[in-house]
C-alpha cells in the first residue's frame, strides 16, 4: 500500500502571504477565511500568519520588518531559517505575486487542503480510540462529534453582508410572520417575559428539591399536548422515572405510588389512559448517563433532523461533563453553557436546562428569593443564558401538606421582562398551577 499524501498547496500558502504584503488592507478579509495558523501546511508558513495576526490586534504595520521582529519575540525564528535567510524567502513570494487580486481564492484553496488534512487527522484520532479494548465506544463517539464541530468550524464561511441585505432579510421574515416565541407552557411566564425565542438557551434555577425536575415535567406534558416536537436528555432520573411523574400528573394520581404499582382499581385505569394518551407524544428521550455537551449536540441535530424538534430539555446542566475532566470545574460549566447555547443558535431551537443554585438562598434557615448571583459554580451560566427562571418558595410546606404555595419567574430575560407568578404546587402528582391570573410584577 502507497503512502497517503497529505493534502497541501504550498504555492496557494506563498500567493496568500505575498498578497498580504504587497496590499496589507487584504488582510483582514483573508483571515475570515484563514481563522486559524494551523491551516497552513507549511511550518514556517504557520509561525508567519501567527505574527500577522498578533501585529494586525495591536494595529502595527504588516511588513517583513515587523513579522521578522515579532517571530523574534516568539523565540520562534530559527525555526524559519533564521533572519536572513527568511528575510529573503518573503521577498521571493512577495516578488511572485504581482497583486493581492487573488488572495480570497488563494485562502479558500488553503482552508479546503486544511480541513481535509483535520478530516485525515481527526479520523486516525478516533480510529485510535476505537481500537482501545479498554476504552468504551462512547468516548470514540464523543472524539467524533467533537471532532467534526471544530471540523465545522474551519469550513463555515464567516462572510459580512450590508445594512441593506439585513434589512431585507428582516422585512422579508416579518412579512411571512416574523419570529414567533414559543409558549414556555404558562400564561403567567408568557405575560411577563413574552416565552421562550427560538435559539435561545433558558435555565431552570432553584435548590434541590425545589421542583426543578417537576416543572420540566409539567412543560414536557403541556408540549406533549400540543403535540411541540420535544427531546429531553434526563441526565439526574432514568426515562421510566420521569415517564411516571408526567403519566401521573396527566391522571391525577399518586407518582410514588404509580411507581410502586399500588394505584387502587380506579386511579390505575386513570393512569393507564394518560400512558395510552403520551404514547403519540412527539417527545424523543435519551437518558444516556455521563453525556458530553457534545454528545447532547449529537443527539439533538439528529432530533431536528429526523423530528424537527423545537425544544429540548437537559436535567440538569451540572451533572454533563465535558471532554477533558482535568480543567477547572467552573471552567468546564462555562464549556458546557457555551456549547448548549452554540447548540440552540446552530439549530434555532429552544434548549431549557435545569441548574442547581448555591446554598446561600437558604440563609440560616430563612430561605429568600434566589437572584443571579446564587447560579452555582460559575458566571458564564448568567452570561451565556437567554433567560434564567427561579423556584421559589418563602418557607417549607407542612410534612403532610398535600399542596404548597410558590413563585415561579424570570430572574433574566434578554428578550422580554422580568418577574414573578404566583404558582401551587401539587406534591402527589407534582403538578405545577398558576394560582391566579394575577402575576407579580418586579424582581
Not at 101 to 112: H, K, N, S
Not at 140 to 158: P, Q, R, Y
Not at 346 to 356: F, T, Y
Amino acid at each position: 500500500m502507497g503512502s497517503v499524501v497529505t493534502p497541501n498547496n504550498l504555492e496557494a500558502e506563498q500567493a496568500v502571504l505575498g498578497a498580504v504584503f504587497v496590499d496589507p488592507l487584504c488582510f483582514d478579509e483573508v483571515r475570515l477565511t484563514l481563522s486559524h495558523p494551523r491551516m497552513f501546511w507549511r511550518t514556517n508558513h504557520q509561525h508567519i500568519w501567527r505574527a500577522l495576526m498578533e501585529l494586525s490586534l495591536q494595529s502595527k504595520p504588516l511588513d517583513w520588518v515587523t513579522v521578522l521582529d515579532e517571530l523574534e519575540r516568539q523565540r520562534v525564528l530559527p525555526e524559519c531559517g533564521g533572519r536572513e535567510e527568511l528575510n529573503l524567502y518573503l521577498s521571493d513570494i512577495t516578488n511572485g505575486v504581482p497583486s493581492s487580486y487573488g488572495a480570497t481564492r488563494y485562502a479558500a484553496i488553503v482552508r479546503d487542503k486544511a480541513i481535509k488534512r483535520a478530516l485525515i487527522q481527526q479520523s486516525a484520532d478516533v480510529r485510535a480510540i476505537a481500537s482501545d479494548e479498554a476504552r468504551p465506544s462512547s468516548d470514540a463517539v464523543t472524539a467524533m462529534t467533537k471532532a467534526l464541530d471544530g471540523v465545522l468550524s474551519w469550513s463555515t464561511s464567516h462572510t459580512d453582508q450590508p445594512m441593506a441585505q439585513a434589512i431585507d432579510g428582516v422585512v422579508a421574515e416579518y412579512n411571512a410572520g416574523g419570529t414567533k416565541s414559543a409558549t414556555t407552557g404558562y400564561a403567567a411566564l408568557d405575560r411577563i417575559g413574552g416565552g421562550w425565542v427560538p435559539g435561545g438557551l433558558y435555565i431552570i434555577a432553584a435548590r434541590p428539591g425545589q421542583g426543578k425536575s417537576a416543572l420540566i415535567g409539567n412543560l414536557i406534558d403541556r408540549y406533549a399536548r400540543q403535540d411541540v416536537p420535544c427531546g429531553v436528555v434526563p441526565l439526574e432520573m432514568s426515562t421510566s422515572q420521569f415517564i411516571y411523574r408526567i403519566a401521573s400528573l396527566r391522571a391525577g394520581v399518586d407518582s410514588m405510588l404509580a411507581r410502586e404499582a399500588r394505584l387502587g382499581p380506579e386511579p390505575e385505569q386513570d393512569f393507564k389512559a394518560a400512558c395510552d394518551e403520551l404514547r403519540a407524544a412527539p417527545v424523543w428521550w435519551n437518558d444516556r448517563p455521563k453525556q458530553t455537551v457534545a454528545d447532547v449536540a449529537a443527539q439533538a441535530r439528529l432530533w431536528k433532523r429526523k423530528n424537527d424538534v423545537s425544544v429540548v430539555f437537559v436535567d440538569y446542566l451540572q451533572i454533563m461533563g465535558i471532554m477533558d475532566s482535568t480543567v477547572p470545574r467552573h471552567l468546564q460549566i462555562s464549556e458546557v453553557t457555551q456549547g448548549l447555547k452554540r447548540l440552540a443558535r446552530e439549530l434555532s431551537i429552544v434548549v431549557v436546562a435545569a441548574c442547581q443554585l448555591n446554598r446561600d438562598v437558604e440563609n440560616k434557615g430563612k430561605p429568600r428569593r434566589p437572584t443571579l448571583a446564587d447560579l452555582k459554580e460559575s458566571g458564564s451560566i448568567e452570561e451565556d443564558a437567554d433567560g434564567v427562571i427561579g423556584l421559589y418558595r418563602e418557607r417549607d410546606p407542612q410534612v403532610q401538606s398535600p399542596t404548597w404555595e410558590c413563585e415561579i419567574g424570570w430572574m433574566k430575560n434578554r428578550h422580554g421582562g422580568v418577574g414573578y407568578g404566583k404558582f401551587v404546587y401539587e406534591r402527589k402528582t407534582t403538578r405545577f398551577t398558576e394560582r391566579s391570573d394575577e402575576a407579580s410584577q418586579g424582581t
